[in-house]
């Protein structure tokens, strides 16, 4: 079985870090945006993946890609393998053992109210142990807000998986930018907070 490993060659100091949970979408790249406008203390990603096909669940991103956003933005990558049988909390409770100090858990979620209620129920334990404390930096801030936030970033935004909800709207490998947005049909969630679409924020944009 595959333990948690470090996948990028920088690791955390002993100072308190922030623990974000990263998928390599817009959502994570957003809130880690906000963490560095708070300026409050350095940033480790932590990102879970299929141990066996080497993927981010709904995201259809290979864990490769996700390190390569992680070196581009100069940051420790934590990554948790997935096995079957195994609990999810757990294997994150393993993986941040090789943290020496955690401030927070930092989640990029935007309104889904049981989602959060989930997060909260589910880390809220492991976070005590820690001595740490949850945090939703982009919770509830309006669309347009993160639309501009997005576009100042000056970072391309590409769909990299689309479930039938928005299926003709959105295709995978398009720019999801604010026109592709305002296309959306009103049923569709325009962040794809439902999981209508996923995407993968090529922070690496011009580097090619």
């Not at 959502?27 to 981010?56: C, K, W």
């Not at 001595?131 to 100042?152: C, N, R, T």
């Not at 026109?179 to 944009?205: C, I, Q, Y």
């Amino acid at each position: 079985m595959e333990p948690p490993l470090w996948l990028t060659r920088l690791r955390p100091g002993p100072e308190p870090v922030d623990v974000l949970f990263w998928s390599g979408g817009k959502d994570s790249f957003l809130a880690y945006r906000a963490l560095l406008r708070e300026g409050a203390r350095p940033v480790v990603l932590l990102t879970t993946f299929d141990a066996a096909s080497r993927t981010i669940a709904h995201q259809e991103l290979r864990v490769e890609l996700v390190v390569r956003q992680a070196e581009h933005l100069q940051v420790p990558l934590l990554g948790v393998p997935l096995h079957p049988g195994l609990a999810y909390e757990a294997r994150i409770a393993e993986a941040v053992t090789s943290i020496p100090a955690i401030a927070r858990f930092v989640f990029g979620d935007l309104h889904l109210g049981h989602i959060r209620e989930w997060r909260t129920g589910t880390f809220r334990e492991l976070a005590e142990t820690c001595g740490a404390s949850l945090h939703f930096p982009i919770w509830q801030v309006p669309y347009e807000v993160l639309m501009a936030d997005l576009e100042a970033s000056g970072i391309v935004c590409e769909v990299s998986a689309v479930t039938d909800a928005a299926l003709g709207a959105l295709v995978p490998g398009q720019r999801l930018d604010r026109e592709a947005m305002m296309r959306l049909p009103d049923s569709v969630d325009r962040f794809g907070e439902n999981g209508e679409f996923h995407t993968l924020a090529k922070v690496w944009a011009g580097d090619d």
